[in-house]
């Protein structure tokens, strides 16, 4: 039964976004018996309505309201109103992701540590470890059922997989496998196995790939106190006079302005529209911002250090037929200072179908050299590379001072500009990348520039000390109380490693700490 | 291993979603300019052979017909219609060609020979608003059309037919054992 709580109603946690962080955190409450509003801007799909079409599936999913950008990055100059290809539905982005499940390396948790004092960047230890992050892991595996953890076996390798473990073990990468995916190899929870569809990126037709939109949120309903309510975009959050948030200020599907109270707010509307709503939110007690004070909100943008490389090849591959991300390479994930850089990358499957091939693989681009690639198509193979990238403190999400949504509300501008770390990463990476497909025959490798941002971090981050971040070791503000931040805008740092299972193992926990405040009336 | 057919052509008509296409082509037109969703009925300008030969010159696949690159405009064409002021930047598109092969050859755009001279044309007016506007139309506009899928051997949409675990994911045969 389907909640429906009252707008007065101030006992009730207020939960911005659906994704991975909302989605689980409001479903991780609602089985504690806690009453939630889960406030979704986007609208609610269902699987049936998903569609094996690139450019329909983006009209459908994308967040495409109005955001700008600067930078050095060749995002601004390519795709200047399209810093991120994230998702505006119920569900969030893990309608998209691809399920890889990766956990951070131990050392990952402390890069300031491990990696020293690096210029320009401002590296910080996360104030929590990998031994307390063990079981909610676990946990978080568990819930989503990741292949190569739980006695879940490894999804079976594609064509394109095969290109990349040939070539991988070839020049003797040795940790080579089908990854650890949140896409069930067998029948798990209520949901069917993967049936090797591919358009992993435009909502999984069959649900073997984790999604809250079929797992967490009705399971979260089905206990009758979580309400998600669609097509509610959010505007700012009010407080009282001792500075605690009071309410969400929303604008419901009819357009309407609604003001829900909340005893607790729980922001997870991802790295650029969670800042923008704490900035949105400025009021005279927070002139620069709710939960701003020390003036981070929005900084330390991160997006990992991406690229992808193809692989031409003289026989077919059709590396589209099946899981987009259908197998990893973890030898270069290590951090190894002698590679010319601190931190190490992931390289990862990917494919694209013919549209968003020609739109991405070099933005721009024009004439027979261009063509000649796509003209070989169904002989390509690809792999997608991420890694950690630096965090800056004027690689920031801020408002526009002229670009207002439509509902009147300053939009986000994302600055990024690429660390010289990053940069060394990503030339080593196209390098590596380009050996595995030589390795086997290639007859023409590509490298092609970060796409639209699909890992967005750290725009309010968790430290150890206040003056140092956002969020403290909960993801909760260190200024405002009952406001906490449950998506992966409190990163630290970013580590090599696809950011979901992270977020989702950070939402158990700090659902877990959440009700335990509850109950004893701590917030 | 089961080859793509490249020769099929099903109908790209039959197939177009119709409901709240033209919101969603508005909607992203500004982040993909000439991105589509589906296909329009084509209008005057997709008949002018100057935007054609340019359309393929920029494209060139030797594999596609002349319809696919005229269908790929009348699409832009179409959904720049309500916006003037590109409308009358791709009208005069035709002009401001001819003037750059002028300029470069002493005649006309259609009246170059060779692909490679005409790309030396349109080099000189990369950074014009006009070839900005019809490249990025195109490279969306063209490559979306179904009809031309298979003869890149992309297969499209495969839900429905049950995915590939049964129809070919893992059949590669030639990489080394």
Redesign the interface.
Known sequence: MTAKFDLNDDSVVVVVGSGAGGGTLANELAQKGIKVVCLEAGKRYEIADFVNDEWESFGQLAWTDRRTTSGSWRIATDFPELPAWIVKAVGGTTTHWAGASLRFQDHEWKARTTYGDIAGAALLDWPIDAAEMAPWYAAAEFRMGTTGTNGIPRLPGNNNFKVLHAGATKIGYKEVHTGNMSINSQPRDGRGACQQIGFCFQGCKSGAKWSTLYTEIPKGEATGKLEVRAECHVLRIEHDARGRATAAIYVDADGKIQRQRARVVAIAGNSIESPRLLLNSASSLFPHGLANGAGHVGRHYMRHTTGTVWGIFDKPVHMYRGTVMAGIVRDEARHEPSRGYVGGFEMETISLGLPFLAAFMNPGAWGRDFTSALDRYDHMAGLWIVGEDMPQANNRVTLSSEVKDQHGMPVANVHYDDHANDLAMRAHAYKQGEAIYNAVGATRTIVTPPYPSTHNLGTNRMSGRPEDGVVDRWGRSHEVSNLFISDGSQFTTSAAENPTLTIVALALRQAEHLAGLMSRNEV | ?H??DRTSNFDRRTLI?GSGTAV??A??A???PG???AQSVPTGLADSNSLIRMAR?????D?LGDDQYQHAIATIADQLAADASKNQLLRAGAALLDDAARRKYGRPYLAIEH?QDR?LV?KTIESSDFFKTL?SGL??S???QQTL?SR?????????K????R??????D???A
């Open positions: 291993m080859i793509a979603v969603l082509m909607s992203a500004t982040l993909f991105r589509v969703l010159d920029l494209f060139p696949h594999r692909e790309a349109l490249r490279v969306t063209l490559y979306n899928w890149f051997g992309y297969e499209g949409s495969s839900a429905e049950g995915g590939y675990i129809r070919g994911f893992d059949d590669i030639w990489l080394p």
